[in-house]
């Protein structure tokens, strides 16, 4: 498998995982302003670049995900529109 197809695998596992986790926690599912986005998404929603999106992280809230320097960024999407779409 090339690298591209396993982190689609990988993707679609986690939105299983996660609408399954959703079920038993009592939503059926996530709310779409609730719904976590990353840099690359955010950055496209407010017509920017990923880097330059990620150096704006400190404006909204956030979370980094992984313990290494280079973890990912995930931030929800109704934060993203709130700071910089209005």
């Known amino acids: 498998?090339?690298?591209q197809e396993?982190?689609?695998l990988a993707e679609l596992l986690s939105d299983?995982?996660?609408?399954?986790?959703m079920m038993r926690l009592g939503k059926t599912s996530i709310d779409a302003q609730d719904e976590m986005v990353?840099?690359?998404v955010a950055a496209k929603m407010i017509g920017v670049c990923p880097a330059y999106m990620r150096q704006l992280k400190d404006r909204i809230p956030?979370?980094?995900v992984g313990?290494?320097?280079q973890?990912?960024?995930l931030f929800k999407k109704?934060?993203?529109i709130n700071a910089f779409i209005k």
């Open 1 to 3: 498998m090339r690298k």
């Open 6 to 8: 396993i982190e689609m």
């Open 16 to 21: 299983k995982v996660a609408d399954k986790v």
């Open 38 to 40: 990353d840099s690359k």
């Open 62 to 64: 956030h979370v980094k």
């Open 67 to 69: 313990q290494h320097k």
């Open 71 to 73: 973890g990912r960024i």
């Open 78 to 80: 109704a934060d993203v």
